[in-house]
Structures are given as C-alpha cells and as structure tokens.
C-alpha cells in the first residue's frame, strides 16, 4: 500500500498538512491536518509498504506499546482509505 498519486505533504504554518493536487479518486478535494505522528505514518506511506512494516518503524521512532500503536495505525489507514488515499493491490 501507497499514498496514492495527487495528495502531497507539506508544512503550512509549521504545521503537516496534506493537500491535493489535480483530481483525486473520490473526489476528495482541501486539506488534511496531521500532527508529527501522523506526518511520519504519511512520510512511511510514500513508498509501497506493508501495514507491518509501518507499525514497525512507529515502534522503533516512538516510545509507545506495539498494541496502542497498531490501534492508531489502523485509525489513521481506516481514515485514509474512507477518502481513497491509499492505494492498494
């Protein structure tokens, strides 16, 4: 799984904003809000990539619990696939 084509990282304000960029599947258009968490799960989703492997890097860059940290992986990837941000095999 990847982000798919047409949505961008970047800092607006000193914040982690992801933004589109020409058309998106489902139509999403605007901005998405992320805190620093969310930025690295993102930055981790810009190349193709496992659920595994991203739960993986969370727990080595943060000092968090493998159970608490897959329940907030699978939060942020539920939210990015209810919008076709994800792109899957």
Request: proline share 3%; aromatic share 6%; net charge negative.
């Amino acid at each position: 799984m990847k982000i798919r084509k047409g949505f961008l990282l970047r800092e607006v304000g000193g914040e982690p904003v992801v933004v589109t960029v020409g058309e998106t599947e489902g139509g999403f258009r605007g901005m998405i809000s992320l805190n620093s968490t969310g930025a690295f799960i993102w930055k981790c989703l810009e190349q193709d990539t496992t659920q595994e492997e991203v739960l993986e890097k969370i727990i080595d860059a943060y000092p968090v619990d493998r159970e608490t940290a897959a329940n907030d992986l699978q939060r942020i990837l539920s939210a990015l696939r209810d919008h076709h941000i994800l792109e899957e095999p």
